[in-house]
């Protein structure tokens, strides 16, 4: 287990940024909560190609952070999967948020068009569908 | 000025991360737009403690990322004052989204209740409260 930093400041913003202040962790949340990714390998197949040792950085980094949980796979005994806690699926409206503003300046967005017409007209509706089904363990 | 990377993939999330997927970028911009500092000196002076080369670093980036622009001071001419662009003034939702987890698991969290409560309640409204008086040149 990997210590987290002391706090900077006494604002969130700087406090939330320890947690999800680089370039991938919001990216492996994303596989794991959005896209509904659970093993290792399928996050190494994402598009952006995350290295190895940065995604086993960063996984242990969440786990320590109390987003990700690692339990045994039902189907297969021997390999783990990964799962968000409610603490992660809670990141859904800042990760919404996120992608809109990317989607807006990105010239070259693949996002489905539905999923952002959906964060403009009813975002909450929105983050209930995608949070269900996840158990969101503390 | 800045080269900014090639996209990652064609995910807009992926995308807004090459921006502000950091620990600094954010505070920086919250410094800007809703603290609505100025000059290099206050940013400097903020809590987080921002060294003098990383601020530098970060201000470069964010002026060639087209977020921030710089420009003479009018009460001052020799002096420069940033300013933040329409585009990062499109980053409020996000960043009080990101604001908003980080007050909900930070005991230490110290940001103003009134602002917390905002973005509960109305969060649109907070946003257009922020927004104005920024002219968020293009």
């Given amino acids: 287990m990997k210590k987290l930093p002391q706090p900077r400041s006494g604002c969130p913003l700087s406090y939330a940024l320890d947690f999800i202040g680089d370039k991938w962790t919001l990216v492996v949340l994303r596989d794991l909560i959005i896209l509904r990714k ?27 952070a109390g987003l990700v949980t690692r339990v045994r796979d039902p189907a297969q005994a021997r390999r783990v999967v ?16 996120i992608l809109r ?6 010239a070259g967005s693949k996002a489905p068009r539905a999923l952002v017409r959906g964060i403009a007209r ?5 983050v209930a569908g995608l949070r269900s089904g996840h158990r969101g363990k503390r």
């Fill in 38 to 64: 659970r093993h290792f390998h399928e996050f190494l197949g994402s598009d952006e190609g995350i290295a190895t040792n940065i995604l086993t950085d960063r996984l242990k980094q969440l786990e320590s």
């Fill in 82 to 97: 990964y799962a968000p806690t409610a603490k992660a699926l809670d990141l859904l409206p800042a990760m919404l948020e």
């Fill in 101 to 106: 503003w990317g989607d807006k300046y990105f």
């Fill in 122 to 126: 009813d975002r909450d509706a929105l």
